[in-house]
C-alpha cells in the first residue's frame, strides 16, 4: 500500500474515532467529556496533518457534488461504469461492422481482379 492510501486509512479511522467520541461526550459527566474533548481535539489536529498528506488524491467534482446533494457516491461510479459499457459495445459494433465490409469488399474484389486478390493475400502472411 502505498503512503498516500495509508495516510487516507488514517484520516478514515481518526474521522471514526472522533465521531465515535463525539457520540459519547452525552453520556459522560463533565470530566469525562472535558478528557474526551481534549482528546477529540487531539484526533482533529492529527487529520489535519494527515489530511496535508494524501494531496495527490483527485476526486471528479460529480461526486462532490453528489454528496452534497445527500446521495450515494457510488451511483457516479456505478453510472459511469454504465456508460463505459454503453461506449465499449458501440466501438464492438463498429469494428465488426468494418471487419464484415472488409470481408465484402474482399469477396467483390476478389470476383473483379481474381489475381491481384490471391497476391495481397499471399502477402499479409
Known amino acids: 500500500m502505498d503512503a498516500s ?6 484520516v478514515i ?11 459519547q461526550l452525552s453520556f459522560f459527566d ?8 481534549i482528546l477529540c481535539l487531539s ?6 496533518k494527515l489530511g ?5 488524491i483527485k476526486v471528479p467534482m460529480e ?6 446533494d445527500g446521495k450515494n457516491p457510488d451511483e457516479f461510479t456505478r453510472d459511469l461504469l454504465n456508460n463505459c459499457i454503453a461506449k465499449n459495445q458501440i466501438t464492438k459494433g463498429k469494428v465488426d461492422t468494418f471487419k464484415d465490409l472488409r470481408g465484402h469488399l474482399l469477396e467483390d474484389l476478389e470476383h473483379a481482379f481474381p489475381a491481384e486478390v490471391e497476391d ?3 502477402r499479409r502472411i
Do not use: F, G, P, W
Open 120 to 122: 495481397y493475400r499471399q
Open 30 to 37: 463533565v470530566d469525562v467529556a472535558s478528557h474526551l474533548i
Open 52 to 56: 496535508e498528506k494524501c494531496h495527490n
Open 5 to 10: 492510501k495509508q495516510n487516507l486509512n488514517q
Open 43 to 48: 484526533l482533529i489536529i492529527n487529520m489535519a
Open 13 to 23: 479511522n481518526s474521522v471514526d474515532k472522533t465521531l465515535e467520541i463525539l457520540h
Open 63 to 68: 461526486v462532490l457534488n453528489l454528496i452534497d
